[in-house]
């Protein structure tokens, strides 16, 4: 709720980490009132469960890109899209996406080694 007059807050958010990254659950949140006509934009946390709806992501690159720049220029058009009765509630993200990085190098590490050490040979060794 807005403190000023009390109308109901919308609000919007976007990712901008792909999923393999650690940091996915960082999202840009954009909290406004549509009355007042403020806006506050800030760091927020969306689980990994739930995908967001791009609201933009079937306009035009350019098109896109034109919006999405000044944060102002994005809040009023997702404010004329609010108006329009479009909504964007987050949703149970699909199964089979993409997890965080596990223990990120590590593993690559310890392949590299002495392989000439433990070198194997194929055949069974010839019986007494
Ligand atoms: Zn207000």
Known sequence: MCADCATPIRTYQYRFHPPESASYER??????????RVYQSQMVHVSRKLELVDVLGPLPEDER??????????????DSLARQGVTWEPRPA??????PPPDTDAPRRRKRGHRTA?????GRPPRP
């Open 65 to 78: 890109d034109r919006i999405r720049k000044p944060d102002h220029v994005l809040v009023a058009y997702l």
């Open 27 to 36: 999202c840009i949140g954009f909290f406004w009132c549509p009355e007042c």
């Open 94 to 99: 699909p199964p089979g996406l993409p997890g």
């Open 118 to 122: 433990h070198r194997r040979w194929t």
